[in-house]
T-cell receptor
Framework: AQTVTQSQPEMSVQEAETVTLSCTYDTSENNYYLFWYKQPPSRQMILVIRQEAYKQQNATENRFSVNFQKAAKSFSLKISDSQLGDTAMYFCAFIYNNNDMRFGAGTRLTVKP | DTGVSQDPRHKITKRGQNVTFRCDPISEHNRLYWYRQTLGQGPEFLTYFQNEAQLEKSRLLSDRFSAERPKGSFSTLEIQRTEQGDSAMYLC?????????????FGSGTRLTVV
């Protein structure tokens, strides 16, 4: 079974500081994709960053970067220079072979001024 | 293209009534997905279409749930004889087949409240 686990239900960070959100997943597949989605309050899910499992290099998108550890099946998200607009639910997600995307339970991040 | 559109944004219904939600995907996307999201949880997959064909429906929550995509464009999700446990956010997403690695584009969702 393909499962995604986010062990931090809630986190907070001071504005301008760095925070890391954790995600682990379970799969027997070798080729797959991992994602972090952001869901602001009452707004739609937005793709933050994606990682292809066959690429060893960690993905980076501006202030967002991932630490992908394939052997450990770990996929954490680092947000640098946190901004108030980063306050949202963050979901880790997994997909393989054009199957449906599986999501973790989410981490609620609050950025404090 | 304005992205994935869902209508209505909010729906309040009495228990036992039928409800129908609509999703308009990105026009060039041939895959369309329906998810349910309950409070404090991640989205839970319900069903998906490739063009007009419904390729997976075994994970619809019960036989009260059904979905259609008659012309391979917009889709509808219907819940018959609603129950209080059906209260949730219903999300629609779309993608191009073969590009799952690019992720899905989500709509803003329809929030259903069953009273």
């Amino acid at each position: 079974a393909q499962t995604v686990t986010q062990s931090q239900p809630e986190m907070s960070v001071q504005e301008a500081e760095t925070v890391t959100l954790s995600c682990t997943y379970d799969t027997s597949e070798n080729n797959y994709y991992l994602f972090w989605y952001k869901q602001p309050p009452s707004r739609q899910m937005i793709l933050v960053i994606r990682q292809e499992a066959y690429k060893q290099q960690n993905a980076t998108e501006n202030r967002f970067s991932v630490n992908f550890q394939k052997a450990a099946k770990s996929f954490s998200l680092k947000i640098s220079d946190s901004q108030l607009g980063d306050t949202a639910m963050y979901f880790c997600a997994f997909i393989y072979n054009n199957n449906d995307m599986r999501f973790g339970a989410g981490t609620r991040l609050t950025v404090k001024p | 293209d304005t992205g994935v559109s869902q209508d209505p944004r909010h729906k309040i219904t009495k228990r036992g009534q039928n409800v129908t939600f609509r999703c308009d995907p990105i026009s060039e996307h041939n895959r369309l997905y329906w998810y349910r999201q309950t409070l404090g949880q991640g989205p839970e997959f319900l069903t998906y279409f490739q063009n007009e064909a419904q390729l997976e429906k075994s994970r619809l929550l019960s036989d009260r749930f059904s979905a259609e995509r008659p012309k391979g464009s917009f889709s509808t999700l219907e819940i018959q004889r609603t129950e209080q446990g059906d209260s949730a956010m219903y999300l629609c997403a779309s993608s191009l087949v073969g590009t799952g690695g690019g992720g899905y584009t989500f709509g803003s969702g329809t929030r259903l409240t069953v009273v």
